[in-house]
C-alpha cells in the first residue's frame, strides 16, 4: 500500500528539523511491506518552516511540500488529504502531528492495525494503555475527556473512546466518500465530521493505544473557541443523523390524533364502538405506512430487495399487530403485578395508562422503528445515511 503521511505546520521549524530524520531514519526503514511517503502542508509559516522542509526534500525523495494560506487545520488537512488521493495515489493517509506529541514510534502500530484490517485507525488516549500528559492542567483534562464522552453520547455510539484524537490513518477508499468541500469546520472540529462520516460509511474502526505527550517546542494552536465549535460540530450532525426519526415520530404523532378523530367520527355515525376503535386502528395503520413510505422512507425507494407496495403494507399491517400485541402483553404483566388501579402521586389511576406511556416510550417506539428500518423499508441496504 501506498501511505501518505500528511503532517500540517505552522511555525514548527524546529520540530520538523527534528522529526523529518526521525521519520526517514529510524520509522520509515522499520515499515517494509508499504511505501511511505511524507506531505508537509505548510501555511506560510513565518518561522521558515518551509525552507527547512525544502532542505530535507534534496535528501530524501519521498517528501512533498504543500504551501497555501493559513485557514485553520481542518483547510490544511483536506487540502492535504486531497492532493495525497489525486496527486499521490494514497491508499491510506495518516493525520500527524508535527510537534512530538504524538510519538512516531506509534506509528508503525498504527499501520499494522490496516494489515490486520482495519480501515480507519484511531491512535487512542482513552483506551487501556493509553494517556494524555499528566502536566495538562485539571481544564484541559477535564475538556478532553468530556469532549470525547460527549460525542459517544450525542451519537448513541459507545463502541469509540477517543473521538477528538488527531492521530489517525485512514484508507482512501473511504476518505474518497466522504464530501470534504463541505465540511462544518476548517478548524479542528473537522475531525469529528470525518470520524462520524466513515462511521457512517461502516468503516472497520480500530483504535490502538498511544501515549499523547506533552510538546516540548512551540506553541500549541488551539483555541477555546475551537472547543466551543467541536461542541457544535457534534451537536450539529447528532441532529441531521436523526431525521429520520424526528420524522417517524411526527407520521406517529399525527397517527394518534388521526386515529381518535375517526373512532370519535364513527361513533357520531352510529357505529358501534369496537368497530369504530378497529377502522380507527387500521386508518392509523394505513396513515403511518403511506406517509412513512412516501416521507421518513423515502430515500429507500431505489433498493431492489425492497419488495412490492402491497407486500410492505401487509408486513407493515403484521409488524403493526406484532406492536399491539406488546402492548397488551405488558398491560396484563402490569395488571397482575399491579392490580387493576395504580396509586401514582395520590392518584388512584388505571394501570393500563399508567403502564403504557413509559412502555410506549421504551419499547414500542424503539422497536416499531427498528422494525421499519431492518423490515420493512431496510435502511441498512442504504449505502450511506446522509
Ligand atoms: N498548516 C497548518 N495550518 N497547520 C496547523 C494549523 C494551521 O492552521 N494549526 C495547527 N497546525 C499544525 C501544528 O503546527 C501541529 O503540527 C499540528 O497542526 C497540531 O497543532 P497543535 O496546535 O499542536 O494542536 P494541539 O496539540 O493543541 O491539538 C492536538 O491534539 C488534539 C487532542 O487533544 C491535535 O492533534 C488535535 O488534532 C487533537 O484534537
Ligand atoms: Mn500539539
Same mark, same amino acid.
Do not use: C
Given at each position: 500500500?501506498?501511505?501518505?503521511?500528511?503532517?500540517?505546520?505552522? *511555525?514548527? @521549524?524546529?520540530?520538523?528539523?527534528?522529526?523529518?530524520?526521525?521519520?526517514?531514519?529510524?520509522?520509515?526503514?522499520?515499515?517494509? /511491506?508499504?511505501?511511505?511517503?511524507?506531505?508537509?502542508?505548510?501555511?506560510?509559516?513565518?518561522?521558515? &518552516?518551509?525552507?527547512?522542509? @525544502?532542505?530535507?526534500?534534496?535528501?530524501?525523495? *519521498? =517528501?512533498?511540500?504543500?504551501?497555501?494560506?493559513?485557514?485553520?487545520?481542518? #483547510?490544511?488537512?483536506?487540502?492535504?488529504?486531497?492532493?495525497?488521493?489525486?496527486?499521490?495515489?494514497?491508499?491510506? !493517509?495518516?493525520?500527524?502531528?508535527?510537534?512530538?506529541?504524538?510519538?512516531?514510534?506509534?506509528?508503525?502500530?498504527?499501520?499494522?492495525?490496516?494489515?490486520?484490517?482495519?480501515?480507519?485507525?484511531?491512535?487512542?488516549?482513552?483506551?487501556?494503555?493509553?494517556?494524555?500528559?499528566?502536566?495538562?492542567?485539571?481544564?484541559?483534562?477535564?475538556?478532553?475527556?468530556?469532549?470525547?464522552? #460527549?460525542?459517544?453520547?450525542?451519537?448513541?455510539? %459507545?463502541?469509540?473512546?477517543?473521538?477528538?484524537?488527531? #492521530?489517525?490513518?485512514?484508507?482512501?477508499?473511504?476518505?474518497?466518500?466522504?464530501?470534504?468541500?463541505?465540511?462544518?469546520?476548517? /478548524?479542528?472540529?473537522?475531525?469529528?465530521?470525518?470520524?462520524?462520516?466513515? !462511521?457512517?460509511?461502516?468503516?472497520? !474502526?480500530?483504535?490502538?493505544?498511544?501515549?499523547?505527550?506533552?510538546?516540548?517546542?512551540?506553541?500549541?494552536?488551539?483555541?477555546?473557541?475551537?472547543?466551543?465549535?467541536?461542541?457544535?460540530?457534534?451537536? @450539529?450532525?447528532?441532529?441531521?443523523?436523526?431525521?429520520?426519526?424526528?420524522?417517524?415520530?411526527?407520521?406517529?404523532?399525527?397517527? #394518534?390524533?388521526?386515529?381518535?378523530? &375517526?373512532?370519535?367520527?364513527?361513533?357520531?355515525?352510529?357505529?358501534?364502538?369496537?368497530?369504530?376503535?378497529?377502522?380507527?386502528?387500521?386508518?392509523?395503520?394505513?396513515? /403511518?405506512?403511506?406517509? /412513512?413510505?412516501?416521507?421518513? %422512507?423515502?430515500? &429507500?425507494?431505489?433498493?431492489?430487495?425492497?419488495?412490492?407496495?402491497?407486500?410492505?403494507? !401487509?408486513?407493515?399491517?403484521?409488524?403493526?399487530?406484532?406492536?399491539?400485541?406488546?402492548?397488551?402483553?405488558?398491560?396484563?404483566?402490569?395488571?397482575? =403485578?399491579?392490580?387493576?388501579?395504580?396509586?401514582?402521586?395520590?392518584?388512584?389511576?388505571?394501570?393500563?395508562?399508567?403502564?403504557?406511556?413509559?412502555?410506549?416510550?421504551?419499547?414500542?417506539?424503539?422497536?416499531?422503528?427498528?422494525?421499519?428500518?431492518?423490515?420493512?423499508?431496510?435502511?441498512?441496504?442504504?449505502?450511506?445515511?446522509?
Amino acid at each position: 500500500m501506498k501511505i501518505v503521511i500528511i503532517t500540517p505546520t505552522y *511555525n514548527e @521549524r524546529a520540530n520538523i528539523e527534528k522529526m523529518i530524520p526521525v521519520l526517514e531514519n529510524d520509522i520509515f526503514p522499520e515499515i517494509k /511491506n508499504h511505501t511511505l511517503l511524507l506531505l508537509i502542508v505548510d501555511d506560510k509559516s513565518p518561522d521558515g &518552516t518551509a525552507d527547512a522542509v @525544502r532542505n530535507f526534500m534534496k535528501k530524501w525523495s *519521498n =517528501i512533498e511540500l504543500l504551501t497555501g494560506e493559513k485557514q485553520g487545520l481542518g #483547510f490544511a488537512y483536506v487540502r492535504g488529504m486531497k492532493y495525497a488521493m489525486e496527486q499521490m495515489n494514497a491508499d491510506a !493517509v495518516m493525520e500527524f502531528d508535527a510537534d512530538f506529541q504524538h510519538d512516531p514510534h506509534d506509528i508503525p502500530r498504527l499501520i499494522q492495525a490496516i494489515d490486520e484490517g482495519a480501515d480507519y485507525v484511531i491512535g487512542s488516549r482513552y483506551v487501556s494503555g493509553g494517556s494524555i500528559p499528566k502536566e495538562w492542567g485539571l481544564d484541559r483534562k477535564f475538556l478532553s475527556v468530556f469532549g470525547s464522552l #460527549f460525542t459517544r453520547i450525542a451519537w448513541l455510539n %459507545f463502541s469509540i473512546h477517543d473521538t477528538t484524537s488527531g #492521530f489517525k490513518l485512514t484508507k482512501t477508499s473511504f476518505l474518497k466518500r466522504v464530501d470534504l468541500d463541505h465540511l462544518l469546520s476548517k /478548524n479542528f472540529a473537522y475531525k469529528m465530521q470525518i470520524l462520524h462520516d466513515v !462511521v457512517k460509511l461502516k468503516a472497520k !474502526v480500530k483504535e490502538v493505544p498511544i501515549i499523547f505527550y506533552e510538546r516540548e517546542n512551540g506553541k500549541s494552536k488551539i483555541h477555546v473557541k475551537d472547543q466551543f465549535e467541536s461542541f457544535y460540530v457534534v451537536l @450539529r450532525l447528532a441532529v441531521l443523523d436523526r431525521k429520520r426519526f424526528v420524522k417517524f415520530l411526527l407520521v406517529g404523532g399525527t397517527g #394518534f390524533v388521526l386515529q381518535f378523530l &375517526t373512532i370519535y367520527a364513527f361513533i357520531l355515525l352510529g357505529i358501534k364502538q369496537f368497530i369504530a376503535a378497529m377502522i380507527g386502528g387500521e386508518i392509523a395503520i394505513l396513515w /403511518n405506512f403511506i406517509a /412513512n413510505n412516501m416521507w421518513t %422512507f423515502r430515500d &429507500t425507494k431505489l433498493i431492489k430487495e425492497q419488495g412490492s407496495f402491497l407486500k410492505r403494507l !401487509v408486513k407493515f399491517n403484521v409488524a403493526s399487530l406484532a406492536s399491539i400485541g406488546v402492548q397488551g402483553l405488558v398491560v396484563y404483566i402490569a395488571v397482575n =403485578i399491579f392490580g387493576e388501579k395504580m396509586k401514582i402521586f395520590g392518584l388512584s389511576l388505571h394501570t393500563s395508562i399508567v403502564i403504557l406511556v413509559p412502555a410506549i416510550i421504551l419499547l414500542v417506539i424503539p422497536m416499531n422503528y427498528l422494525i421499519y428500518n431492518r423490515v420493512i423499508w431496510k435502511t441498512h441496504h442504504l449505502k450511506s445515511n446522509f
